[in-house]
């Protein structure tokens, strides 16, 4: 993705990792024929041609305001333990040069948002250091989402959830904590300071319990950013595919929500796992909902 402007807001794509996996592995009960009725419009891109396996990216964004510097979303980290997925099993990306490229070091970093509480979205809030984890970003306040947080702990806590979501909950979660970095905050929760411009959680319920997006707004210039809420652009066709996730009914009514907000608007589409250039607009086409990627 290069570089959007947002009036007085500039984001970047942090890029992790790209990845292929099979329809039914990202949304439940979907098969290569069901993605071939639609292989047409999202091409080669995010579609492999023969065995029709959909393409994702993993990525953050950084956000830089003319008053702050904010990661939104952290990514799957370095050297975590996941041997529960092997693709994010110990892995090696030079995520953090990524950063360095665009000009931010960690220590520069004055915000961490993040939609939720899934070890691919808080890879990065944490790194090894001398067999320890520590912040990432050490000068940074962590803002999560209150209920969010609870959820997870008590979940955790009685077992309700499998043992495996403990892994990320310890290396990723509870360090940024005992730091002292952590912020909870409600899930419409606006960054202060930023006036004219808008920066603030957008609840997007439904892939977990306080699941939420990312709103911003300059110069009557705007985006959301969604997080898990939708996972791959076949989605804005069928609403009805979703990835495995805490309330089903209540995840596809918020992609119907956002396709009636955004279609044909001007408002951009920041999307956590679709294939580079991961941002574009909801769009009709002959009576269908499509995405046009911003390269189109």
């Not at 961490?112 to 990432?136: K, Q, Y």
């Not at 989402?145 to 310890?170: C, M």
């Not at 652009?233 to 979703?242: E, G, K």
């Given at each position: 993705?290069?570089?959007q402007?947002?009036?007085?807001?500039?984001?970047?794509?942090?890029?992790?990792?790209d990845?292929?996996?099979?329809?039914?592995?990202?949304?439940?009960g979907?098969?290569?024929?069901?993605?071939?009725?639609?292989?047409?419009?999202?091409?080669?891109?995010?579609?492999?041609?023969?065995?029709?396996?959909?393409?994702l990216?993993?990525?953050a964004?950084?956000?830089?305001?003319r008053?702050?510097?904010?990661?939104?979303d952290?990514?799957?980290?370095?050297?975590k333990?996941?041997?529960?997925?092997p693709?994010?099993?110990?892995?090696?990306t030079?995520?953090?040069?990524?950063?360095?490229?665009?000009?931010?070091?960690?220590?520069?970093?004055?915000?961490?948002?993040?939609?939720?509480?899934?070890?691919?979205?808080?890879?990065?809030?944490?790194?090894?250091?001398?067999?320890?984890?520590?912040?990432?970003?050490?000068?940074a306040r962590?803002?999560?989402?209150?209920?969010?947080?609870?959820?997870?702990?008590?979940?955790?806590?009685?077992?309700?959830?499998?043992?495996?979501?403990?892994?990320a909950?310890?290396?990723s979660?509870?360090?940024?904590?005992?730091?002292?970095?952590?912020?909870?905050?409600?899930?419409?929760?606006?960054?202060?300071?930023?006036?004219?411009?808008?920066v603030?959680?957008?609840?997007?319920h439904?892939?977990?319990?306080?699941?939420?997006?990312?709103?911003?707004?300059?110069q009557?210039?705007?985006?959301?950013?969604?997080?898990?809420?939708?996972?791959?652009?076949?989605?804005l066709?069928?609403?009805?595919?979703?990835?495995?996730g805490?309330?089903?009914?209540?995840a596809?009514?918020?992609?119907?929500?956002?396709?009636?907000?955004?279609?044909?608007?001007?408002?951009?589409?920041?999307?956590?796992?679709?294939?580079?250039?991961?941002?574009?607009?909801?769009?009709?086409?002959?009576?269908?909902?499509?995405?046009?990627?911003?390269e189109?």
């Amino acid at each position: 993705m290069r570089t959007q402007l947002f009036g007085d807001i500039r984001v970047d794509s942090i890029p992790e990792y790209d990845s292929l996996i099979a329809p039914g592995d990202l949304l439940v009960g979907v098969t290569p024929e069901d993605v071939a009725e639609h292989e047409h419009w999202l091409g080669p891109r995010h579609v492999e041609a023969g065995t029709r396996n959909l393409k994702l990216r993993s990525h953050a964004y950084l956000i830089r305001t003319r008053h702050h510097t904010i990661l939104f979303d952290t990514c799957c980290g370095n050297d975590k333990e996941r041997s529960y997925y092997p693709a994010w099993h110990r892995l090696r990306t030079p995520f953090l040069e990524n950063l360095a490229h665009v000009g931010v070091h960690p220590e520069q970093v004055d915000f961490v948002m993040c939609s939720h509480l899934h070890a691919d979205h808080i890879g990065w809030h944490t790194r090894l250091l001398n067999g320890e984890w520590v912040p990432t970003f050490p000068n940074a306040r962590y803002l999560i989402s209150k209920g969010e947080f609870e959820w997870w702990r008590d979940a955790i806590q009685t077992g309700a959830v499998k043992a495996y979501r403990k892994l990320a909950w310890d290396d990723s979660v509870l360090p940024v904590v005992d730091h002292g970095l952590a912020t909870f905050v409600e899930d419409d929760h606006a960054l202060e300071n930023e006036m004219p411009d808008e920066v603030r959680y957008m609840p997007l319920h439904g892939h977990t319990k306080h699941h939420c997006g990312l709103y911003l707004c300059s110069q009557s210039q705007d985006a959301i950013f969604t997080g898990d809420a939708v996972h791959h652009p076949i989605q804005l066709a069928r609403p009805d595919w979703l990835n495995a996730g805490y309330d089903a009914a209540t995840a596809t009514q918020v992609i119907r929500n956002l396709i009636a907000r955004l279609i044909d608007t001007t408002t951009k589409l920041m999307t956590a796992h679709f294939a580079d250039p991961t941002a574009g607009c909801i769009v009709s086409d002959a009576g269908e909902v499509r995405f046009r990627f911003d390269e189109e």
